[in-house]
Each structure stands twice: as structure tokens, then as C-alpha cells.
């Protein structure tokens, strides 16, 4: 990559659905490549056109935290989110990246904004079980809310819904750990409310 890019190659070019090289290497986790294509001015915070998921947000989902510093060190914007609010922090907060979440809270995201449908980093933590994200916020002074939004919608490159009775137990699961308490009746331990049934898809 780097003869390519020494030679003057159009590092900004992207498919038809406006994935880039950069995201390519942000979701992968070649914090080289990242840098390669920062240093020769690919466009940071540019969308996909098809869901509008940026480089940020790729990185941060997939838990690379040194491909998030780097495009936060060239100005990429904490706190871009796609049409409906989903933004970076929730990215990771969603599939419990704690390193990547606490680089983007230290860099100031903000993690009581909320999505359209009333979903924010904490609901979808814990809809996920994932007691260090939610802990961490916590942290941050976001406080547990008692009563998830109905729709419990999960968020992902690939689209699709968690159900809402699943999300709602690992949520339930989640708060009472933070609280110290037990888990609900019917899970025998965190590992068991954290593990998909056979019959659930998500």
C-alpha cells in the first residue's frame, strides 16, 4: 500500500456504496494502513451512502482502539452518528469494546445522547451484557434506567433486531450486577443470561 500511495494512487476512491480503503483498514484493525491513509489526506469522517457508518464508528465496533486514536488524533468528529443517532460510543458500547469506549469518552463523546428510537450507549451495553461497558459509563455519571425502550433494537453493519425478551433479560441481568445483586430468577449465573438460547437469532 504504501508504493501505491508514494505513487500518488486516489487513496479517497471508494465503492459504489462509499466504503473506503480507510474503513476497510479502521474495521480491520490495520492501525498501519490507517495511518498510511491519514498521512496521505484520506477523508476521515466520510460515510458510507448505503447506512452511514464512518471509519470511527467500524473502528470502534470491532474494538481497535489505536485505529480510533489515530483518526481522532487527524480530527475525526467523536461525535458523528448516522441518521437515526447511532454513534461511535455506542458502536462500542454494543459489543462491550472497553478500551475503545474509554478512548471515545475521554475524547469527549457524549454517552447520554440518545438514538432516535430512544436507545443509548448504557441500554445497548447492557441489552448486550456487557457489565464492564455499562460500568465504565457508569463511571462517567450515566445512570441505569430501569426501563429499557421497547424496542430493544440492535444496531449492526448487517441490520437486523435483537428480541426484545432476550435484550431485556441480559438488561435486567446487567443492572443487578451493577447493583450487587443477584441475577433474576431463572439464570443461574451472568455467563447463562449472557449466552444466546438455540432458538433465539440474532
Avoid at 470491532?62 to 461511535?88: E, I, P
Avoid at 445522547?113 to 450515566?142: C, N
Wanted: glycine fraction near 10%.
Amino acid at each position: 500500500m504504501s508504493l501505491f500511495c508514494e505513487r500518488g494512487a486516489a487513496v479517497s476512491l471508494t465503492r459504489a456504496n462509499g466504503f473506503s480503503s480507510l474503513m476497510a483498514a479502521s474495521q480491520n484493525g490495520h492501525a498501519g494502513c490507517v495511518r498510511l491513509l491519514l498521512d496521505h489526506r484520506a477523508i476521515v469522517d466520510a460515510p458510507r451512502l448505503d447506512d452511514g457508518w464512518n471509519a470511527l464508528m467500524l473502528a470502534s465496533q470491532k474494538g481497535h482502539a489505536d485505529c480510533c486514536g489515530l483518526l481522532l488524533n487527524r480530527k475525526a468528529d467523536v461525535m458523528y452518528a448516522k441518521a437515526n443517532g447511532h454513534n461511535s460510543l455506542m458502536a462500542a458500547c454494543q459489543f462491550g469494546q472497553v478500551d475503545a469506549a474509554r478512548l471515545l469518552l475521554d475524547q469527549g463523546a457524549d454517552p447520554t445522547v440518545k438514538r432516535t428510537d430512544g436507545e443509548t450507549a448504557l441500554t445497548l451495553a447492557t441489552q448486550k451484557g456487557s457489565v464492564d461497558v455499562a460500568r465504565l459509563l457508569q463511571a462517567h455519571g450515566v445512570t441505569h434506567s430501569a426501563s429499557p425502550p421497547a424496542s430493544a433494537g440492535a444496531e449492526s453493519t448487517g441490520g437486523g433486531k435483537a428480541p426484545t425478551r432476550f435484550s431485556k433479560l441480559r438488561g435486567t441481568t446487567v443492572a443487578s450486577k451493577l447493583r450487587g445483586g443477584k441475577a433474576p430468577t431463572g439464570v443461574r449465573n451472568f455467563a447463562d443470561a449472557a449466552t444466546t438460547p438455540t432458538d433465539v437469532t440474532i
